[in-house]
């Protein structure tokens, strides 16, 4: 679960937390003349009366048909069906009548109560819709993310029913997001601001208490442009998307009738809990040519506890959010001459490079070959490559002496130009060619946030030439250098397999192969602890996506792997194997090529592991090490020279010798986030000792324990070695 963002610059604001809602106690009279402003915005009534005259036109119709698909129904033949569940016991029911909540009441109570949505033979299946014949039946709760995903689409109705209500707005399109869900509207005249919040929990609060049901209702592409003939993003949401002789699907709730293939909760009066998180501006169908439209974003539960639970979340994230630890540290920051694009401070540079020695040493370990190549290229790298035709929306492009140029969003193609740079003998293979490569993708300004969506930015990335025969070996050793990198931060993954989408390249035959060979990878290894991602390869091959999850439980998809028969095809790479040796006269064998990143953006990972730690780095990983704080000016030489010679052996040590009182300067260390902090006087300079302290160890009046200089000096380079999560010396 993601938490709501703000503009790359600035750090996280939660108008969940921060805005008024429903059921707030009362507030104090605004003071000055924006919070004036703010409260008059507040004073539209809670619903437009009348009501918008297409709420009316459009149950009217609904009802007309919706008569007209119960005689259809009625018209079924019911006989006697077999529904098989999960376990593999059996129960009977009759087709066009029983209900997969009929089934779950047969079950047990406490699941026709908890349940959200059923999957008929492994499509998800409105609870009241009748069962059409003999079938596989699952019956999903909130706990499930399919469950999940619906019972947020259902609670985004109840959101569109809310604003059409006190709006009198023209809806566009409301799905379910990874984090609770949003809807799209046109409203003239009146922008969107905190204070419509608690209106809009208001009216949905009413619907919910009035457990509006969700009814489906099948409709051709004629009547639904009748229907939705008042709103023209509907219109041209059916026009483009649904053939002519057609139908698709409409859900009712209450007054609500929306355009949506579904499937929905029995009825609104299962959301327990429902808030409003944010609003902002948005485009129809992210297109800046199209009309501005206004987003609201929302979130919902089956428990209250849960919305409960959902507050205290945001406000821990917004604790740990790295655009305030990276102020407050002086990691880095924006700048809007420049946006999207980072400038690491010292600090933020020192972690930035440690993970780049980091990675750079496993390379030594695991035979790989660092290059690097160029930033900008001809368009005809990237015709040859794909891109021009399949990502150019999202690439920087130029014109050079009147041709055009872009600068690179990946390094794939370049690293072809590298491996075609001579002949190659199967002898070499594989070869895995490694580059902290920057690279810039043109990212919409609106879309920009903090570390986690930029347009410049650096990725370890790795791709791998070599035989089919050795693809099996090599995702296997990708496997054990992700399993090692990802274990030295804490985190746990999980693991996708993303199939080939509808813009591929190639040839079925060559995706079929290349699918089953990341399944047999993964089986070996995971079996049992992976998902399939139908649909969401790259358009070249298709590829493993890995998930993290950090302290907060929630996930980031960083590493992937990708199995691809496309680029060396089409950039003609070619090696001698042992055959063409021997028949000079056979045709050049092809080389495979996988696709590999672990960390990912290196500018990404930061601000995850920013958040995953809050600001407290492992030793070896943090900016600030060694905080060495003389109790006296007699100790400041001895203090120096400590922090001197821990920095000769690469540590990052300072001094403390301003004029605060020790109890201030040890209080100012552990705020920066020192791991350890080293208190030298008279008794220890007579010893040639320390006295240490613990980051961890906040706030104890206790002294330190004293350490010889020459062991914690040991101790230190140790720990940094180690690269241990624990901030202990040992």
Partial sequence: MTTPVASSSQPLQIPALQGPHAGDAKKPKPK???????????????????????????????????????????????????????DGSERKGISWQTRPMD??????????????????????????????????????????????????????????????????????????????????MAIEDRVVTNTDYPALEKVSESAIKDKQKFERLVISKEKLLEMFSYNKYKKYLIETKIPDGSSTTVYRCGPMVDLCVGPHIPHTGKIKAFMVTKNSASYFLGDANNDSLQRVYGISFPDKKQLTDYKAFLAEAAKRDH????????????????????????????????????????????????????????SKLWETSGHWQNYKDDMFTLDVEKEKWALKPMNCPGHCLIFDSRDRSYKELPIRMAEFGIVHRNEASGALTGLTRVRRFMQDDTHVFCMPSQITSEIEALFDFMQHIYGLFGFEFRMELSTRPDNYLGTIETWNVAEAQLKEALDKQYQGQWQINPGDGAFYGPKIDIYIKDALRRSFQCATIQLDFQLPERFNLKYRSAEDMTNPDRPPSRPVMIHRAILGSLERFIAIITEHFGGKWPFWLSPRQVLVIPVAVPYKDYAQEIADNLSALGLFADVD?????????IRNGEITQYNFLLVVGQEELDSRSVNVRNRDDVGTKSKGDMVPLEVVTKKLATLRSSRSIENKLV
């Fill in 103 to 184: 089934v779950a009441k047969e079950v047990s109570k406490s699941l026709s109560e908890r349940v959200v949505i059923a999957k008929v033979n492994g499509d998800l299946w409105d609870l009241e819709r009748p069962l059409e014949g003999s079938c596989k039946l699952e019956l999903l709760d909130f706990e499930h993310p399919e469950g999940k995903r619906v019972f947020w689409h259902s609670s985004a109705h109840v959101l569109g029913e809310a604003a059409e209500r006190h709006y009198g707005c023209h809806l566009c399109i409301g799905p379910p997001t990874d984090d609770g869900f949003f809807y799209e």
């Fill in 657 to 665: 010798n301003g004029a605060d009182t020790l109890p201030k300067k």
């Fill in 323 to 378: 655009r305030k630890i990276g102020r407050e540290q002086e990691l880095f920051f924006f700048n809007d001459l420049s946006p999207g694009s980072c400038f690491f401070l010292p600090h933020g540079t020192r972690i930035y490079n440690t993970l780049l020695e980091l990675m750079r040493s496993e390379y030594v370990k695991r035979g790989y070959q660092e290059v690097i190549s160029p930033n900008m290229y001809n």
């Fill in 32 to 86: 000055d003349k924006k919070d004036k402003a703010l409260a008059a915005a507040s004073q539209y009534p809670l619903e437009l009366q009348p009501p918008p005259a297409y709420i009316d036109a459009r149950i009217r119709l609904f009802e007309q048909l919706q008569a007209e698909y119960n005689e259809f129904v009625k018209a079924q033949p019911q006989e006697e069906i077999t529904v098989t569940m999960p």
